[in-house]
């Protein structure tokens, strides 16, 4: 917990306490056995009253009181010599992952407010499998402990399934090989009710675990005689902004000083202090394919061939990012040949609505993505204002074209022409897409139809009009070789007739006054 003043941390400022799990038997266990070693039985008493706010058998917020509770019942002095206690104890959990400690800034009140959300303990197979906390395990109470504590959480397998001849195979079947949604009718007072009884996840987490960047991992790195340097502060109560900011910053892979960088450039906020996510696009966009280029040239040099392929399912913030969209089955695509042993088709569809096209590209091929269809891609997303569900799903139309043997290539005009195409039929969503392609694909194999008819000679093609040809045809001289050379004869005669026409073309011309 950084607390510079201690004025700010008093018995009569306000706090809540947030959780969205519960404590089992073994995590119990975890916590006297492995965490309170390390922590302290304090911290582990300080975290047990905060996990008893909330009933046992619910989750969610408790309400707001005077941090006065928390001083009386753990017989801390109120005073300063007790708050430093308090704030040391809490910041021993925190530093191993048992607590968040969040400040909320109250203008009505121009005072504080703390939120402290509890974390879950880890498992014993996710403990023993981090380094840093083992080792602090070990100092504490030393290496042939800690193996002791290991064993204990564990139950040897039986000696049968420990023979290597035993041959493993999953049997078990997947959500939608025994049920069937019904995709097609869309609950709309169910998704409402939902989201209104549904507790509000920090700004700090995603839904796929990893941490969104927030307002101290950018002020902390920002430098202090920037120009940008009034802005990037008021973005501490701004989360519509920040959201923008987590936005971009998932979409091209930038870390918390990348994303520092950027904001210190001209151009970047507008002079009321908001964010221009045209200009941030755009500079992300050069410093994410410079980043590509730079782990191009460090892979040859190494010789090796690195999958750049992220996680799938890696949304921004919940309650700052747009939520994950489904897709109707009537809207499926099918799974294209190099995808068909990785997902099923309903993992495929997902991931064709939600995912960034920049990691959707990176799916199809097992090293870099080639530089010259990034930029094609690129221009489409940043100059066009093409959505990026639909950028997917030009990707897989173009991919599944390209895969299915057809002797069209992947150029930068082809692939702009269909892009172009989509932009004047308005096509801006993920269902006007898919039914894009779809008739795309119709009108393409009646072509093929047409083409193979002509080719058979059952049709001809005819350009008559009104009974008469559209163009005259002319004879063509052709040579068949029996053209000789000219004989010497035939050569003087031809010398003295050129004479002879020159010479009368001289006296005419003397004749004329």
């Not at 009181?65 to 002095?77: N, S």
């Not at 799938?312 to 499926?332: F, H, K, N, R």
């Not at 010259?372 to 599944?400: A, R, W």
Request: charged share 25%.
């Amino acid at each position: 917990m950084r607390m510079s003043n201690l004025h700010h941390f008093t018995e009569h400022h306000r706090y809540c306490v947030s959780r969205e799990f519960g404590l089992s038997s073994v995590d119990g266990r975890m916590l006297g056995s492995v965490y309170q070693p390390m922590v302290g039985a304090f911290a582990i008493s300080l975290y047990r009253l905060l996990f008893e706010h909330i009933p046992a058998e619910a989750i969610g917020y408790s309400t707001v009181e005077q941090q006065r509770r928390l001083f009386m019942t753990l017989g801390v002095e109120p005073n300063e010599k007790g708050r430093k206690y308090l704030v040391d104890q809490a910041s021993r959990l925190e530093a191993v992952g048992l607590l968040q400690t969040c400040r909320i800034y109250v203008g009505e009140t121009e005072d504080y407010m703390y939120e402290y959300e509890l974390l879950p303990p880890l498992s014993p197979a996710d403990f023993f499998a981090t380094q840093h906390l083992t080792l602090l395990l070990r100092d504490k109470i030393g290496k042939f402990a800690v193996l002791s504590l290991r064993e204990q959480f564990w139950n040897r397998e039986p000696e049968e399934w420990s023979c290597r001849s035993i041959g493993k195979e999953n049997i078990s079947l997947p959500f939608y090989d025994i049920f069937q949604l019904n995709t097609h009718v869309i609950d709309y007072e169910l998704e409402q009710a939902l989201a209104e009884v549904a507790t509000v996840r920090q700004p700090g987490t995603r839904e796929s675990g990893e941490p969104a960047i927030g307002y101290s991992d950018i002020i902390l790195r920002f430098p202090r005689e920037s120009v940008n340097r009034v802005h990037v502060e008021k973005l501490r109560f701004d989360h519509t902004q920040m959201g923008v900011i987590n936005y971009v910053a998932h979409k091209y892979e930038l870390s918390p000083q990348d994303l520092s960088r950027l904001l210190d450039e001209d151009g970047v906020f507008t002079p009321d202090g908001e964010v221009i996510l045209d200009t941030l696009q755009y500079k992300a966009s050069q410093h994410f394919r410079q980043d590509m280029k730079r782990q191009e040239k460090r892979e040859i040099a190494a010789a090796k061939v690195v999958s750049l392929r992220s996680a799938a399912a890696e949304e921004g913030d919940d309650s700052i990012a747009p939520p994950e969209q489904s897709v109707e089955m009537e809207y499926y695509v099918e799974v294209p040949p190099q995808f068909m042993s990785k997902c099923d088709i309903h993992q495929y569809n997902m991931m064709l609505r939600n995912e960034p096209y920049t990691r959707l590209l990176q799916t199809f091929f097992p090293g870099a993505v080639p530089g010259q269809l990034m930029d094609i891609f690129e221009k489409i997303d940043l100059n066009y204002k093409l959505s990026g569900e639909v950028i997917n799903v030009l990707i897989h139309y173009l991919m599944t074209m390209v895969a299915s043997g057809g002797d069209q290539r992947m150029n930068r005009n082809f692939v702009e022409a269909i892009a172009s195409n989509m932009l004047v039929k308005q096509v801006n969503t993920y269902e006007k897409a898919v039914r894009y392609i779809r008739d795309q694909s119709k009108v393409k194999g009646k072509g093929a139809a047409s083409g193979s008819t002509g080719a058979s000679g059952t049709r001809q093609r005819s350009y008559a009009k009104n009974g008469r040809s559209a163009k005259p045809e002319i004879p063509m001289v052709l040579d068949d070789g029996s053209a000789g050379t000219v004989s010497e004869e035939e050569f003087a005669a031809m010398m003295k007739k050129a004479a002879e026409i020159k010479a009368s073309k001289k006296k005419g011309v003397s004749k004329t006054p």
